[in-house]
């Protein structure tokens, strides 16, 4: 994840639900990421929080109460609706949802919500049958169109003993989400096309072709890409990887449908072509099993399309065509080779021995272009990722290309 948050000043107002605990984490975890917090606790939420304990977390006193003659001298709801950047609410009871939406101002969070112009994010925790209630709903979509932001909460085992949705959404996730609304947007507009992993090419129904690609790469690109406010779609072989957050993901199994994926989402604006697509596939599939009561078994192998080189000649050629190169040998001058076959814009590059390559956290990359070579250090896969995107953020910009 890319952090936008240094900096950032958020208010956080927690209301009185059982979750309320869980905000201490998410304080942490902000201040960890260099935000500056403050905290408005609601009078429900005291009755199972306590002050101080905040109040130590936070290294500065917590507001609670609009009638606080030496908080309110300095007219602290409206400093804390002018000043922040960014107003989160975790958890979100019922009842405050529906002061929220309902326009209600009774005390010192409500004035502040009411007063601030700033971006507004909403955790709602609940019991189940408060959640789905069709009153609570109205609030929702109420405040969606409002622009309030929603963080819809999690199904699971609730504190009152039921199963079901009002789950308040991971803590992790909550700040990820918080994260991309300070996200640059810097790709906003632009339609990029990516795949990654394996593929597999079948034998007979229990054996196929494949390599030990994971899919991490390809994965760490699109989410860093759709971090910057690219439409990204993601076509994947076989992984056993989390999908991206805002990227479209699309299953495929073997190198044709890779393909066909691939020509259908054209024309984009970036091609970049991470997966690990199989050279050749088998030119007889069998549909029984193959016994191996047979001796000597003779398989015959035809070529794939050539998914990048076919992209970089098509007459919907995209603006920027990115493609990967595992060598085992001369990885430079192989690598230079497949640019100019393929024709496609950049090349990365990296070696693949018995000791590195796919499967490995970090990896040391070569960037090559028709005119420029770049040796970046050893880097893991998601530091590469970043880099990869700020590059084609400056492809755009240097070359002066309409997003």
């Known amino acids: 994840m890319n952090n936008f948050l240094k900096n950032k000043k958020i208010l956080l107002i927690v209301t009185g639900g059982i979750a309320c605990y869980r905000s201490l984490d998410l304080i942490r975890k902000l201040q960890e990421l260099g935000s500056m917090v403050e905290c408005i606790l609601t009078k429900s939420s005291l009755e199972f929080v306590n002050q101080i304990t905040f109040e130590s977390l936070l290294g500065r006193k917590v507001h609670s109460n609009l009638f606080s003659l030496s908080e309110e001298k300095k007219m602290s709801h409206i400093y804390l609706a002018n000043e922040m950047d960014i107003i989160i609410i975790v958890p979100c009871t019922a009842n405050f949802l529906s002061k929220i939406a309902n326009g209600i101002a ?9 007063a601030s112009n700033k971006n507004k994010v909403i955790a709602p925790a609940m019991n189940t049958n408060m959640w789905e209630n069709s009153i609570v709903k109205q609030n929702l979509k109420k405040l969606s169109e409002n622009k309030f932001k929603i963080l819809h909460p999690k199904s699971g085992k609730l504190a009152c003993g039921m199963k079901g949705s009002g789950k308040l959404m ?8 918080i994260n991309l609304i300070f996200s640059p947007k810097l ?12 593929s597999i090419e079948r034998i ?3 054996r196929f072709i494949s390599n030990f690609s994971t899919g991490v790469q390809g994965y760490e690109i699109a989410n860093h890409i759709s971090d910057y406010g690219a439409d990204t779609t993601l076509i994947s072989g076989p992984t056993q990887l989390e999908e991206p957050k805002n990227s479209k993901v699309i299953k495929v199994e073997n190198s044709e449908e890779f393909y066909n994926q691939v020509e259908s989402r054209l024309p984009c604006d970036v091609f970049i072509s991470v997966a690990a697509i199989s050279d050749w596939k088998i030119k007889k599939y069998s549909k029984n099993k193959i016994k191996k009561r047979i001796n000597k078994l003779n398989l015959e192998f035809i070529k794939n ?17 990115i493609g990967f190169s ?6 430079i001058v192989n690598s230079k080779k497949k640019l100019y076959q393929k024709k ?3 090349i990365i590059a990296n070696k693949i021995s018995d000791n590195r390559g796919f499967g490995d956290v970090k990896n040391k990359i070569s960037f090559i272009e028709k005119n420029n070579l770049e040796n970046w250090p050893t880097m893991n ?12 953020v400056n492809f755009f910009k240097k070359n002066k290309l309409k997003i």
């Open 106 to 114: 009774d005390d010192l969070a409500l004035n502040v919500l009411l």
């Open 381 to 392: 896969k998601n530091q590469i990722a970043k880099k990869i995107t700020k590059k084609i």
């Open 326 to 331: 595992a060598e085992t040998e001369d990885l």
């Open 204 to 206: 007979d129904p229990v």
């Open 170 to 177: 991971d803590i992790n996730k909550i700040i990820e989400s």
């Open 344 to 346: 496609c814009d950049w």
């Open 305 to 321: 399309d050539d998914i990048l080189g076919k992209v970089s000649i098509h007459n919907q050629r995209p603006k920027l065509v």
């Open 187 to 198: 790709l906003s507009g632009l339609k990029v096309l990516i795949t990654a992993g394996p």
